[in-house]
């Protein structure tokens, strides 16, 4: 059953520490998506990757996130340092060479910073 | 830009009842795909249903299918026998037809409908 994972799937920090979230995509999808979910902004896209390298973060603030995929088979977003407005759902997506419209998504990492 | 528009924020259907939702969208281009995603309780988005533009034909998903009205920009999903696991927000997407071009999709999602299930 092919799925995407994410770790972990709770975070709770305090505020100025860093934050690591890691995904596995689907294996053999060339295409990661990085997306947040809050009440007020609903499902914002961060960033995206194809064969590893970034297409577009420009969703991302730039000054304390960061995201790389260091192989095929994990991506990671970073926040550092964290502040309680990044509290938010984050997902991972990915997304095949022959139907890049379609995102699976993985279970999300609920990230509460104190 | 794309846009999608879900007008219920909330719906109600009762165990074993059908239930529509709508979804509704603006785009200049001709070929995109649009989806229903479900995300229960425990915040996983699942992709139920697809559509391509470029198909006439509605999508069926077992007890889940779609009205895609292209001239119209609508496209509604109906849950037949509702059950209660059914329960859910149900977020309509939209993205460009991007596959062989090089470039990444980027889903549009409507603000989502919450559906309750109730006996």
């Known amino acids: 059953d092919a799925r995407v994972t994410q770790t972990p799937r709770h975070k709770v920090t305090e505020m100025g520490q860093e934050v690591t979230m890691r995904c596995q995509p689907i294996?053999?999808?060339?295409?990661v998506f990085w997306y947040r979910q809050t009440m007020m902004q609903g499902l914002e896209l961060l960033a995206y990757?194809?064969?590893?390298?970034?297409?577009?973060d420009s969703g991302m603030p730039k000054d304390r996130f960061s995201a790389e995929m260091p192989d095929a088979t994990l991506a990671t977003l970073k926040i550092q340092p964290s502040e309680p407005r990044d509290s938010a759902v984050y997902f991972c997506?990915?997304?095949?060479?022959?139907?890049?419209?379609?995102?699976?998504f993985g279970p999300g990492t609920r990230l509460l910073v104190l | 830009a794309q846009t999608v528009t879900q007008s219920q924020p909330e719906m109600s259907v009762q165990e074993a009842e059908t239930v529509t939702l709508s979804c509704t969208y603006d785009?200049?281009?001709?070929?995109?795909?649009l989806f229903w995603y479900k995300q229960p309780p425990s915040r996983q988005m699942i992709l139920v249903i697809r559509?391509?533009?470029?198909?006439?034909q509605n999508a069926t998903e077992n007890r889940f299918s779609v009205n895609f009205q292209k001239a119209a920009k609508s496209f509604s999903l109906k849950i037949s026998d509702s059950q209660l696991g059914d329960a859910a927000m149900y977020f309509c997407?939209?993205?460009?037809?991007?596959?062989?071009?090089?470039?990444?999709?980027?889903?549009?999602f409507g603000t989502g409908t919450r559906l309750q299930v109730t006996l």
């Open positions: 997407a939209y993205s460009r037809l991007v596959s062989f071009t090089g470039t990444a999709s980027k889903l549009t």
């Open positions: 559509q391509e533009a470029y198909k006439q």
């Open positions: 294996l053999g999808h060339n295409t």
């Open positions: 990757f194809r064969n590893r390298a970034p297409l577009d």
């Open positions: 785009t200049s281009e001709s070929d995109y795909y």
């Open positions: 997506a990915s997304s095949s060479v022959v139907d890049q419209e379609t995102q699976y």
